[in-house]
């Protein structure tokens, strides 16, 4: 009665006022709890079935006034509403069945009194619709609607495009969640149909997003986002895959969960150092390895482009489009979990960060697909592509309490439940992102003994209304810069360097800067130039 998964108890009692009490198993074989739900009078039995479609089981008592009384479960064990159906006298007994092939359960009521058996057949009420928010509609997001008779929705068509059935979620008597489809028309209606009838709303408006969009912050205390089953990316140690992530992390030293699915292969940070791990047999399979970047440390407050790639036999980690230097550790552990973003459902590990553009291929990326994957929100490899994420709902630092579904926009749509997240203010909730605004860095010119000009070229993506920022520095890592760095390029996308020593080899990136995001933006390539120790002077014509 209540969905826990063990066997409950229902007794009619005959009394002048009739009910039927209903005790809860705590799995034990212990009852409590539940109720005496009122019915007619003298109640002489119980029938089950599920007569409005929600998925539990409704409750029939027929009694000596010449009723059934019908009660409806509302999936925990409490019986209410319904109603008292009038039948011939002195039924004693129910049976229940899809008479009328509608399918739906109707009534088989025998009546001790009359000699008949009387039918009644269930007439599904047709659905309305109240509410669809947000408005307008983020195409491939959520929106929910609300309304009357919701159960068992069939079918959604928003402005003539059919939304995946396989994106229901949260469907009940007055309301549900679905993904807008991602080839829906800018204006129009949206029908919602169930076994009752179809039901449409006035004008529903979609909009396409505009990269970057939204990012998520976790706030590292409770927050993550767990997905059910997710076949398309399971078993992924078996053969090739690649995860990627835009990551903006906050600062900490422990370790911090971006993709993680134990058991299987996980994505994370170690203090401000990537990791991932891959179970080499596939699920099931003890069989585990660890890989570990060695080289670079991922800037607090700042975005960085992330990626692990696997080959079937070796992992390769990148961060900004860059191979990082990694070791390999082996060992055997034992772990099974389903995938969820921010948290190890084994250990934690909650991320204190934010989370873009989050992408799972099922083959071997190469580097070059890496570097535009981090500059685009077009897949380099469509086939392949079996989860991506955009977070691109809700209005960034806004209050988006609705927002609690987050859907893959891959053609397998898996949803993802927001857990514990506030959804307002600037934390734990929805908020601007400056991922994927990431200028190119070219090759320098103009180069003397003690001098060279910085070039990029803009980003492809997002605004840039604070001009850049230019880093220079003796260190391949920048771990060392020279005075000035980093200088602040207000216009162009140029800058000379100089007071510089000959000989020596420099090192130059580039950030772009927005106002409303500004510190945020995420360093491009690398160019190493060496001004030379001496010109040649030029021969007199």
């Known amino acids: 009665m209540d969905g ?87 039924p004693q007994g129910v049976a229940v069945g899809d008479l009328d092939g509608d399918g739906d359960l109707d009534l088989a009521v025998p009546n001790t009194g009359s000699t008949t058996v009387s039918i009644r057949l269930n ?30 929705v069939t079918g959604v068509s928003v402005n003539g495009v059919d939304a995946s059935a396989a994106s229901f979620v949260n469907n009940n008597a007055t309301s549900l969640t679905f993904q807008v489809p991602a080839t829906a028309g800018a204006s129009g209606t949206t029908s919602v149909t169930t076994a009752g009838g179809t039901a449409t709303t006035n004008t529903f408006t979609t909009v396409a997003a505009t990269p970057p969009g939204n990012a998520l912050a976790f706030d590292g205390v409770d927050d993550y986002v767990p997905f059910g089953s997710t076949p398309a990316v399971n078993n992924l140690g ?63 407050n700042r975005w960085a482009h992330v990626a692990a790639v696997w080959n079937g036999s070796t992992m390769q980690l990148y961060i900004n489009g860059a191979l990082e230097a990694s070791t390999t550790t082996s060992s055997s552990i034992s772990a099974s979990a389903t995938l969820t973003l921010g948290k190890s459902q084994v250990y934690g590990n909650l991320l204190n960060g934010r989370l873009d553009e989050v992408r799972i291929y099922t083959a071997a990326l190469s580097q070059a697909q890496v570097q535009a994957d981090m500059r685009s929100t077009a897949s380099v490899l469509p086939a392949s592509l079996k989860f991506y994420l955009s977070f691109d709902q809700g209005t960034g630092g806004s209050t988006n309490t609705g927002q609690t579904t987050l859907y893959d926009q891959s053609a397998n749509a898996y949803a993802g439940t ?15 992102s400056y991922a994927l605004v990431v ?12 001098s060279f000009t910085a070039n990029w070229t803009p980003p492809a993506i997002g605004t840039v209304d604070n001009g850049y920022r230019l880093d220079v520095s003796t260190s391949s890592t920048f771990a060392s810069s020279i005075t000035g760095s980093p200088f602040t390029v207000s216009s162009g996308t140029s800058q000379a360097v100089t007071g510089l020593s000959a000989g020596t080899t420099y090192y130059y990136r580039v950030r772009a800067d927005k106002t409303s995001v500004t510190g945020q933006g995420g360093n491009s390539n690398t160019i190493q130039v060496c001004p030379p120790r001496w010109l040649l002077p030029r021969m007199p014509a």
């Open 4 to 90: 826990d998964g063990d066997l409950d108890l229902l007794t009619a009692n005959q009394a002048a006022t009739g009910s039927v009490s209903v005790r809860l198993n705590d799995g034990s074989g212990a009852f409590a709890g539940g109720a005496d739900v009122p019915t007619g009078d003298n109640a002489c039995m119980v029938a089950l079935g599920d007569l409005d479609a929600d998925g539990d089981l409704d409750l029939m008592a027929p009694s000596q006034s010449s009723v059934v009384s019908v009660r409806f479960n509302d999936g925990s064990g409490a019986f209410s509403g319904g109603s008292d159906v009038p039948v011939t006298s002195s």
């Open 123 to 152: 007439q599904l009420l047709p659905p309305t619709l109240t509410t669809i928010s947000p408005t307008p509609g983020v195409r491939g997001q959520a929106v929910t609607v609300t309304g009357t008779n919701l159960n068992n």
């Open 238 to 300: 078996l053969g090739s895959f690649s995860m990627e992530a835009w990551v903006y992390y906050d600062g900490g030293n422990g370790a911090e969960s971006i993709i993680r699915k134990d058991g299987d292969y996980n994505l994370y940070l170690n203090g401000n150092t990537l990791h991932a791990e891959v179970w080499t047999g596939g699920m099931g399979n003890p069989a585990w390895q660890r890989i570990d970047a060695s080289t670079t440390a991922l800037p607090a």
């Open 418 to 432: 927001l857990t514990n997240f506030a959804l307002t203010g600037s934390s734990s909730n929805y908020v601007e």
């Open 439 to 450: 200028p190119t860095a070219t090759a320098a010119t103009g180069q003397t003994a003690s």
